[in-house]
């Protein structure tokens, strides 16, 4: 019963210390990078293109091959030693070793190996290209986050701003001092007020189900990220113009490194098509031997003779010799490994004349997709430029938005403020001091969300300049 009970506390404060964990940035962005399906793609396409040139070093080397068989033989048979035909059974063993090597191919092992080099890195390109860009991801998850989080306060500070004009507007009602009509006025702004807080606490719960959902943490009730207030950061990176942004991403942005490095695999590709048209000569060797284990038949030495015709007319006999033979056991192992030995090699030269034309066809293919290679990375420039001009124009004019809604909100406010000084009064109707209210609310909304667009707009301009992503 302790054991259980000292269980469930431990299991208690667990569930209480993660509930009370919160997230910063730069934890989200580590655990994103940790986590996320699509980085771990690009790592395991980063470690097959490892594995492909460990296969294009192993090319360099000769192909050997070691074989061996054993066999039994029952029935009718022709007899080695004799030849024979008997019924009878036998067994060998043959043992091989075959090498083969590659002398000259068109450099093909030299060009693959190289190949393999540029698929290699264009593997990292392609894994960094994909962190950067995740990174990016979380970090306007994040922005979201604090763009709904201010906006929550801010309707929950004007719900109970709202609340306390209407008690105000009651206590001027029984004054006499306003006819009870405002307060109804005052009354529909209040469920209005309510409806925006409701909605801003749902914008903001799912906003942070989008960064849990992206960062992979599947308790998103309890996910919270860390209390901080975010200023507006200073904008050093809009003191360089667009062509200075543009040449500094041009020459380090992954994916045009990865565009770069696909031309350079496709001119490989060539090569090695070309290289195909080339003679090819290789050498081989071969050794084999072979083992039996059946008795075998050795000559004594000694020699008898068989009649083989009669002299016509003296009818004498005609002889003729023959050794004798006698049975006796096999060799040994080791005896008839090194006695039935055999070797064998050369070379093979190969020269291709006409292959269905295949050869030609492919070095034709690998021409064009060079051609299109160079397109897309002429592309793939053009691309960014416009969007970095696009990034540059667009960081400018969300900060002019921002300094003009700052200035919006302050007069918003000292209008709201007057309003609000002679509706306590009696000067002003319920209705014309709502509009001067939900003026001064939708200025602070705007004042929200053009803070946090310029954040974003600035963080994907300094990115494209690789400035680290950071939002202190």
């Known amino acids: ?30 655990r994103a990078l940790e986590k996320n399906i699509s980085i771990k793609q690009s790592q395991l ?128 009602v029984d004054g006499g001092v306003i006819p009870k009509g405002d307060v109804y006025e005052i009354e529909a702004n209040l469920a209005s007020q309510e409806k925006n807080v409701v909605d801003a606490e749902n914008a903001y719960f799912l906003s942070k189900i989008a960064l849990a959902q992206l960062i992979l943490i599947e308790d998103y009730q309890s996910f919270e990220i860390a209390n ?41 590709d060539l090569e090695l098509s070309k290289s195909l048209l080339q003679p090819r000569l290789s050498g081989f060797y071969s050794y084999s031997t072979r083992i039996g284990y059946s008795d075998r038949f050795v000559p004594t030495g000694e020699f008898g003779t068989n009649t083989i015709g009669f002299v016509e007319g003296t009818n004498d006999k005609v002889l003729a010799p023959y050794a004798k033979y006698k049975s006796e056991s096999p060799l040994s192992f080791s005896e008839q490994f090194d006695l039935n030995a055999g070797q064998n090699f050369g070379l093979s030269l190969s020269i291709p004349i006409l292959n269905n034309l295949s050869n030609r066809t492919n070095v034709n293919r690998t021409k064009i997709n060079i051609l299109r290679s160079v397109n897309s990375l002429e592309q793939k420039k053009l691309d960014l430029e416009n969007t970095v001009n696009q990034s540059y124009n667009d960081a400018k004019g969300a900060y002019k938005a ?30 014309d001091f709502t509009q001067a209210k939900q003026r001064f609310e939708l200025a602070q909304s705007e004042l929200i969300r053009t803070k946090y667009d310029y954040i974003f707009k600035l963080k994907v301009l300094e990115f494209y300049f690789g400035v680290p992503i950071t939002i202190n």
């Open 1 to 30: 019963m302790k054991i259980l009970t000292a269980l469930i506390l431990f299991l208690f404060c667990s569930n209480l210390q993660y509930a009370q964990e919160t997230w910063t940035l730069e934890a989200c962005v580590k």
């Open 45 to 172: 396409d980063y470690a097959g293109s490892e594995i492909d040139k460990q296969g294009a070093i192993g090319n360099f080397l000769p192909n050997v091959n070691i074989g061996s068989s054993h066999s039994w033989n029952v029935g009718l048979n022709q007899n080695i030693t004799t030849g024979l035909l008997e019924n009878f059974t036998t067994q060998f063993s043959s043992m091989n070793l075959n090498l083969n090597v590659n002398i000259y191919n068109g450099l093909q092992n030299v060009k693959r190996l190289h190949r393999a080099n540029l698929a290699i890195l264009a593997s990292q390109y392609q894994l960094e290209d994909m962190t950067e860009n995740v990174a990016l991801r979380v970090a306007n998850s994040y922005l979201q986050i604090l763009f709904s989080k201010e906006s929550l306060a801010v309707q929950k500070l004007q719900l109970d701003i709202t609340i306390k004009e209407l008690k105000r507007a009651n206590e001027l």
């Open 228 to 268: 901080e207030t975010y200023d507006i950061p200073i904008a050093d990176i809009l003191d360089k113009t667009a062509t200075e942004i543009f040449n500094y991403a041009v020459g380090n942005k992954k994916d045009i490194k990865i565009s770069e490095t696909n031309v350079e695999i496709a001119k490989k």
């Open 402 to 431: 921002y300094v003009a809604s700052q200035k919006l909100v302050k007069a918003r406010k000292s209008a709201f403020e007057y309003a609000q000084s002679k509706f306590e009064v009696g000067a002003m109707n319920s209705f």
